[in-house]
């Protein structure tokens, strides 16, 4: 029977549905409710979900640390050519086999899942960022006032251009949990729902405590609350949300 392994903390994994839901209503609230103000609170969440993702990946369990997702550009083009060999199995596991810390890296995110973490991560920060400042004429973002008209024009524009990346590297990832759903037999999907994944247990990886990811929320829940309401006398108007 194989042995399976707790990789991904709880914080961590709610950390990344709730993500989901976030992302998926902040669209939903504007492309088809049409509620300006639905549309910031969920950017305000997954504002505040990003700021605990950070904070977490800094002092969370090993293999949520965001040191965890930088590999040598060597190792990520060797894994890339290995992926689509029809030996790529059995050379990714000799690798693994050969080098346990790489077998141990592995178990988290691959150097391609890393990268691919690091975009959406990149993308929406930058997006949630450029919201702060965006404005329809008839709402503003909290930090719109901060910013000259001619700024806040362009910085809206940016925010709704963006959406195309997002577009492009959810699809691109959605994408590459199906290929290694059935063509790698390897379910990433039910890997973030229970924590588990095949290989070894290991000394290596040190769950932090659930009540420090809960301080952590705290810290993230206060710095967004005050980023979003310290600025609001600074607005063109009143309408803000």
């Known amino acids: 029977m194989s042995n399976t392994t707790l990789v991904w903390d709880l914080p961590t994994r709610l950390f990344h549905w709730l993500l989901v839901l976030a992302v998926?209503?902040?669209?939903?609230s504007i492309e088809i409710l049409e509620n300006m103000q639905h549309h910031f609170y969920a950017g305000y969440t997954v504002l505040t979900l990003l700021l605990f993702r950070v904070i977490w990946g800094m002092i969370g369990?090993?293999?949520?640390?965001?040191?965890?997702?930088?590999f040598p550009v060597s190792e990520i083009t060797r894994y890339a050519k290995q992926l689509f060999s029809r030996s790529s199995d059995v050379a990714i596991n000799n690798s693994a086999l050969n080098d346990s810390s790489k077998k141990s890296a592995y178990l988290g995110h691959n150097p391609l899942g890393s990268l691919s973490v690091?975009?959406?991560?990149?993308?929406?920060?930058?997006?949630?960022?450029?919201?702060?400042f965006s404005t329809d004429d008839y709402a503003f973002g909290p930090l719109a006032g901060l910013v000259s008209a001619?700024?806040?024009s362009t910085l809206t524009e940016l925010h709704?251009?963006?959406?195309?990346?997002?577009?492009?590297?959810?699809a691109?990832?959605?994408l590459a949990i199906a290929f290694y759903q059935f063509f790698k037999k390897e379910s990433l999907t039910r890997a973030m729902v229970t924590g588990k994944k095949l290989g070894e247990p290991s000394n290596i990886n040190k769950i932090r405590s659930t009540w420090l990811a809960l301080v952590v929320l705290a810290i993230s829940i206060g710095a967004v609350y005050?980023?979003?309401t310290a600025?609001?006398?600074?607005?063109?108007?009143a309408d803000y949300y």
């Open 172 to 174: 691109l990832h959605i």
């Open 160 to 170: 709704h251009d963006n959406v195309t990346l997002i577009y492009a590297i959810l």
């Open 231 to 237: 600025f609001i006398d600074q607005l063109p108007q």
């Open 61 to 70: 369990s090993y293999y949520s640390r965001l040191s965890r997702l930088v």
């Open 24 to 28: 998926s209503y902040s669209w939903i």
């Open 150 to 152: 001619d700024m806040r």
């Open 118 to 132: 690091i975009a959406i991560l990149l993308i929406l920060i930058t997006q949630v960022g450029l919201g702060l």
């Open 226 to 228: 005050w980023l979003t």
